[in-house]
């Protein structure tokens, strides 16, 4: 008896060993700009820093958590897009320095970002305000946030499709209008100007996965 433990606790650690191995290698074969946000995400997610937004938004047991939507109303008012109408010294700043800006408070220190950053700072604030979130990179150039919710009109728990920066953008020039009514919200159908590229990752701290069939032959 005491043999045959013995035997099933050997498979046991090696089916354990097994699995480490072959999720590392699974993990080695992810592309570079992927294995690149999946470090942010490591980063952002931890409890350390969750923490520190927290600390940083000013947060308390008495203070109530953002829903997406209203992330979505912030990000548009505490973060701005940078545009050929901005001033010329802003623009130069950002183009020199904005590739340095990977950390969430540094982005909203410095003010500016496009896609990445908003992206960036959407999923550490949806991760501080109890949301589980994941980076959508498409390799076309460009990055939104899928948000594990139960969509409008849908009854199960689904990853949901938020286009940040246009949706930051249209909250910013909607004040008047309720968030959760942005069409960037649940709405992957939107994109009309461009191909969504062949590769395009849903990223997680611990994972990725390819999204192309939910997103390919739409357009971006």
């Avoid at 109530?64 to 992330?71: A, E, K, T």
């Avoid at 969509?151 to 949901?160: A, H």
């Avoid at 994109?191 to 069939?213: C, F, L, M, Q, T």
């Amino acid at each position: 008896m005491r043999a045959l433990f013995k035997i099933l606790l050997v498979v046991l650690v090696l089916a354990s060993f097994g699995g480490l191995v072959y999720r590392e290698v699974l993990i080695r074969q992810y592309p570079i700009s992927v294995r690149h946000y999946q470090h942010i995400m490591k980063e952002i997610t931890s409890e350390e820093y969750i923490t520190k937004m927290q600390e940083y938004l000013g947060f308390s047991e008495y203070r109530p958590r953002m829903h997406y939507s209203i992330i979505l109303q912030w990000l548009g008012e505490n973060l701005e897009y940078p545009t050929e109408y901005s001033d010329n010294e802003v623009l130069d700043t950002f183009r020199k320095t904005n590739e340095n800006h990977e950390d969430p408070i540094e982005i909203l220190e410095f003010g500016f970002g496009r896609c990445g950053e908003f992206t960036i700072v959407y999923t550490a604030l949806c991760f501080t305000n109890g949301w589980e979130a994941r980076m959508v990179l498409d390799f076309n150039d460009h990055m939104w946030v899928e948000v594990l919710t139960i969509p409008p009109n849908n009854i199960t728990l689904k990853w949901m499709h938020i286009e940040v920066t246009d949706g930051a953008i249209w909250c910013k020039n909607n004040p008047d209008k309720n968030p959760i009514d942005c069409p960037k919200i649940n709405n992957p159908t939107m994109y009309s100007n461009k191909d969504v590229g062949n590769w395009v990752w849903a990223i997680e701290s611990d994972r990725a996965e390819r999204v192309d069939d939910i997103y390919k032959g739409m357009k971006l």
